[in-house]
């Protein structure tokens, strides 16, 4: 399933290159195939897929731009735009619901002043809610990057948070 994109030109500044032709040197001759690997070694390097190393991509693999932001829009894992330090992904799947999940994405909302899908003004946390973390016996959870919080209170998620 496609998600929705802002691509945004303006205002986000360029970045260093060097990094990005460190990853993009580890693949001569890359073609449409090697797009996923070079992405997510970018993605790993800055954070985001900065718009100028995605020109560099094109220019140094002759990759058209429409077939890389075609990939980018395709797996949700890709973001064109600054990520908070921290993910903070809240569940919202049946289980989660019955059992308090709007609760606890009001608690959000109202801790960091992020809506689903924002990230903070300090780049600390991104905030996005998810189908189901396969753990609904520890309804409702989140996660903090790799981390599970289950059987949340709105008490226990703000303590949460301010704990980062
Ligand atoms: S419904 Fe929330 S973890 Fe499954």
């Not at 693949?27 to 390097?45: E, K, N, R, W, Y």
Request: net charge positive; hydrophobic share 35%.
């Amino acid at each position: 399933m496609h998600k929705a994109v802002t691509i945004k030109k303006e205002g986000v500044p360029a970045v260093d290159l060097t990094r990005c032709r460190t990853i993009l040197a580890k693949h001569p001759g890359a073609t449409s195939a090697d797009l996923i690997p070079i992405l997510q070694q970018l993605q790993d390097a800055y954070g985001y897929l900065p718009q100028n190393t995605l020109e560099e991509i094109t220019a140094s693999t002759r990759i058209p731009l429409s077939k890389i932001y075609g990939v980018i829009t395709f797996y949700s894992q890709f973001s064109l735009e600054p990520r908070g330090k921290h993910t903070i992904k809240v569940c919202i799947g049946t289980a989660c619901h019955i059992k308090g999940a709007p609760d606890i994405k009001k608690k959000i909302t109202e801790t960091l002043h992020i809506h689903e899908g924002e990230t903070t003004k300090d780049y600390k946390f991104t905030y996005e809610p998810v189908a189901c973390l396969g753990t609904c016996f520890l309804a409702p959870v989140m996660m903090i990057n790799e981390r599970y919080y289950g059987k949340l209170t709105t008490e226990k998620t703000e303590q949460t948070l301010k704990s980062y």
